[in-house]
Antibody
Framework: QVQLEQSGAEVGKPGASVKVSCTVS????????IHWVRQAPGKGLEWMGG????????IYAQKFRDRVSMTKDTRTATAYMELSSLRSEDTAVYYC???????????WGQGTLVTVSS | EIVLTQSPGTLSLSPGERATLSCRAS???????LTWYQQKPGQAPSLLIY???NRATDIPDRFSGSGSGTEFTLTISSLEPEDFALYYC????????FGGGTKVEIK
C-alpha cells in the first residue's frame, strides 16, 4: 500500500518561493509517477505537473511552467514541488498524488496548505 | 484541449435516493480513461472509479460508472450518509485535467 506524507503548512510572502515535500512509503519512489494537484479555497482541483511515466521527466501545466519546479530524491524517497514568485491566488492546498495504470490518481497525500500573505 | 463539464453543480437528495452525476466532454475522449473521485470536507480526494466503470479498491457496489465518447455518468444507487460529498471527474489527454465538480448534499 502506497502512503504519501506531505510536509506541514507554509506561509509565504508575495514574490517569495515555497517548497513542499511528499515522502513515499510502501513502494519505491523510482517506480512511481508523482504529480501535484492544487485546490484553492472553495474551488476545484487543478493539475500542476508531475513526472512523465514514460521517461521520468518532469512535465508542467503551461500555467505554471515559468515558476514551478518538481524534483525527487530517491535516496530519501521524497518528491518536491517548489513554486516561486508567489501571489495571493496561489493560496491553496497542494496535494501530491501517484499516477496509476489507467491515468488516474490512485494515492494522495494529505495535502499541504500554502498561504500567501504579506 | 478537451473541457469536462460536470452537472449539476449541486445535487440535493435524501439518504436512500439515487444520485446521477454527469460529466460531459467537449469532444470525444477516444481511448482516454475517465476517472471519478470523491472528496469529503477537509480531506484529500480519493479514487472512486477508474477507466470509466471500474470501482477502486473497497468501493461499495452502490457506486457505478458508465459512458463513452462525450457522456459519462456516476451513479450512486442508494445514498448512504457518508456519500454526501464532492465528486470530480478527470481525464488524461495530453495532460491531466478535472471537471468542476458536483456537490451531493443532504436535502
Amino acid at each position: 500500500q502506497v502512503q504519501l506524507e506531505q510536509s506541514g503548512a507554509e506561509v509565504g510572502k508575495p514574490g517569495a518561493s515555497v517548497k513542499v515535500s511528499c515522502t513515499v512509503s510502501g513502494y519505491t519512489l523510482s517506480q512511481l509517477s508523482i504529480h501535484w494537484v492544487r485546490q484553492a479555497p472553495g474551488k476545484g482541483l487543478e493539475w500542476m505537473g508531475g513526472f512523465d511515466p514514460e521517461d521520468g521527466e518532469a512535465i508542467y501545466a503551461q500555467k505554471f511552467r515559468d515558476r514551478v519546479s518538481m524534483t525527487k530524491d530517491t535516496r530519501t524517497a521524497t518528491a518536491y514541488m517548489e513554486l516561486s514568485s508567489l501571489r495571493s491566488e496561489d493560496t491553496a492546498v497542494y496535494y501530491c498524488a501517484t499516477l496509476g495504470a489507467y491515468d488516474d490518481f490512485d494515492y494522495w497525500g494529505q495535502g499541504t496548505l500554502v498561504t500567501v500573505s504579506s | 484541449e478537451i473541457v469536462l463539464t460536470q452537472s449539476p453543480g449541486t445535487l440535493s437528495l435524501s439518504p436512500g435516493e439515487r444520485a446521477t452525476l454527469s460529466c460531459r466532454a467537449s469532444q470525444s475522449v477516444g481511448n482516454s480513461y475517465l476517472t471519478w473521485y470523491q472528496q469529503k470536507p477537509g480531506q484529500a480526494p480519493s479514487l472512486l472509479i477508474y477507466a470509466t466503470s471500474n470501482r477502486a479498491t473497497d468501493i461499495p457496489d452502490r457506486f457505478s460508472g458508465s459512458g463513452s465518447g462525450t457522456e459519462f455518468t456516476l451513479t450512486i444507487s442508494s445514498l448512504e450518509p457518508e456519500d454526501f460529498a464532492l465528486y470530480y471527474c478527470q481525464l488524461y489527454g495530453t495532460s491531466p485535467f478535472f471537471g468542476g465538480g458536483t456537490k451531493v448534499e443532504i436535502k
